[in-house]
């Protein structure tokens, strides 16, 4: 079964080319550019995995977390950080989240990560119709 | 003496790390959209090599969104380098509006982040100052900083630049904030060690809801 995934970014350009990768790879990918936006897709929908960035307009990533935790604790989060600092991995960690990667993302480190959640092997490049 | 040389010297540390965390946390937000860019060109020889051919217009939009994020990134340089170049002169003659709008190129992600504008209205004629540069970028980032915390989201915080009698002045506002919160309005950081080394003076006007910068034509006057 296809893995669903909610990618959270405000950088647009970010966004667009992490959803065709990750299509790519045979995923179904929904993106909001701030934390309202995915709180609204989350009550909509289930996903797999939420990937989301630190630094958003409005509520951040950290603050995104731990409130979506309080409601689905099961929910695997992934954390995009482009700070250098190993201070708010810990930080988001602590708070429960699944992972941190840092900006740029190893991607293949990252489908790796998604395959593990749902205990699939590694996806194969396919063109999308 | 000696302990007003050191708040110098912390506020201007201070400045220069918070815009070097800034404009390098936004730097890796380039690499990280260039480096799916390459890994995208991957994935489509890794399809071309599986019989899938490759669409040359694909190549030249993907081409071209390095090069738009190429051009992002050497403008964030650029700035970076205007901020550490512009502690060679201590003393210079700067445009006004040309130093706000660095200034405010720099604080725009900050800006963003709280949903918040920053609108500059340029004067009619180029005003001039002689003044220390490195300071004044300082001070007007002191102000950018504190009008983007204090206004609501969604709202701009307008900068007017205007020639005075005795010299020149910054404008931030109107906002409400200030109007409301009278007491709020004052910039977190040591700003009078800087309005001192600019001899100038920061105004708050509760009616008019805005925050002023005033400063000499020359400070060595």
Same mark, same amino acid.
């Given at each position: 079964m296809s893995k669903k995934i909610l990618i959270v970014d405000d950088d647009e350009d970010l966004l667009e080319i992490m959803v065709e990768r990750m299509r790519m790879r045979g995923m179904t990918v929904v993106s909001a550019k701030t934390a309202s936006e995915a709180f609204i897709l989350i009550e909509q929908e289930t996903f797999d995995v939420m990937i989301i960035d630190?630094?958003?307009?409005?509520?951040?990533g950290l603050q995104a977390i731990k409130m979506i935790l309080e409601k689905q604790p099961d929910m695997r989060i992934i954390l995009l950080t482009?700070?250098?600092?190993?201070e708010k991995e810990s930080e988001a960690l602590a708070m429960g989240a699944w992972d941190v990667e840092e900006k740029p993302v190893d991607f293949d480190r990252l489908t790796r990560l998604i395959n593990a959640q749902t205990g699939e092997a590694g996806t194969k490049l396919k063109i999308e119709d | 003496m000696t302990e007003t040389k050191n708040n110098h010297s912390k506020t201007g540390v201070r400045f220069f790390g918070e815009i070097t965390a800034l404009l390098s946390h936004e730097l890796k937000n380039v690499l990280a959209i260039i480096n799916e860019n390459a890994g995208l060109l991957e994935d489509f020889s890794v399809m071309a090599v599986g019989g899938n051919p490759i669409d040359p217009e694909r190549l030249g939009m993907i081409a071209g969104k390095i090069r738009r994020q190429v051009r992002r990134a050497d403008e964030m340089i650029k700035r970076l380098n205007l901020v550490g170049h512009s502690?060679?002169? #201590?003393?210079d003659t700067v445009n006004l509006a040309g130093l706000v709008e660095i200034v405010c190129t720099m604080a725009a992600r900050k800006a963003t982040l709280k949903a918040v504008s920053l609108a500059i209205t340029p004067p009619s004629d180029p005003v001039t100052v002689k003044t220390d540069p490195f300071a004044l970028q300082q001070l007007i980032w002191v102000c950018i900083d504190r009008a983007i915390r204090i206004v609501e989201a969604s709202n701009t915080v307008e900068i007017a630049i205007k020639s005075t009698t005795n010299g020149a002045t910054i404008v931030f506002g109107p906002m409400e904030a200030i109007r409301n919160k #009278?007491?709020?309005?004052? #910039?977190?950081? #040591?700003q009078k060690e800087l309005l001192g080394m600019l001899n100038a003076d920061l105004v708050t006007d509760r009616n008019q809801g805005t925050l002023a910068v005033q400063l000499p034509v020359d400070i060595t006057e």
């Open positions: 630190f630094m958003l307009p409005g509520i951040d482009a700070y250098a600092t190993i | 502690v060679d002169r #201590p003393l #009278p007491a709020d309005t004052g #910039p977190e950081w #040591p």
